[in-house]
Nanobody, 120 residues
């Protein structure tokens, strides 16, 4: 079975850094487009970063501050977040895309349970 388990969330002051991890099982992340999304109560889930065979793509709001990468040896997706702002506070989800390519925020059907990030 496909399983995604996020970790690394927590509370941090504005300007600080956090590293989120997403351990995958049941498939190889090297073969799929992987993404990070976030959601706050009452809002729609938004794409933050995704990575496929042609490299990473980022939401405008995090470009230059966040870096997404794959640790293929550990089958783990990483999100390095620097320069955190209060507006980055959200539940962060890891997801795997079920469609070919990595050219959109849609088509992600396998999701983790999320990890909370709070920036004050």
């Amino acid at each position: 079975d496909v399983q995604l388990v996020e970790s690394g969330g927590g509370s941090v002051q504005a300007g600080g850094s956090l590293t989120l991890s997403c351990a995958a099982s049941g498939f190889s992340i090297s073969r799929r487009c992987m993404g990070w999304f976030r959601q706050t109560p009452g809002t729609e889930r938004e794409g933050v970063a995704r990575i496929g065979s042609r490299g990473p793509r980022y939401a405008d709001s995090v470009t230059g501050r966040f870096t997404v990468s794959k640790d293929v040896a550990k089958n783990t997706l990483i999100l390095q977040m620097n320069g955190l702002k209060s507006e980055d506070s959200a539940m962060y989800y890891c997801a795997a895309r079920n469609l070919p390519g990595c050219n959109a925020w849609s088509g992600f059907n396998d999701w983790g349970q999320g990890t909370q990030v709070t920036v004050s």
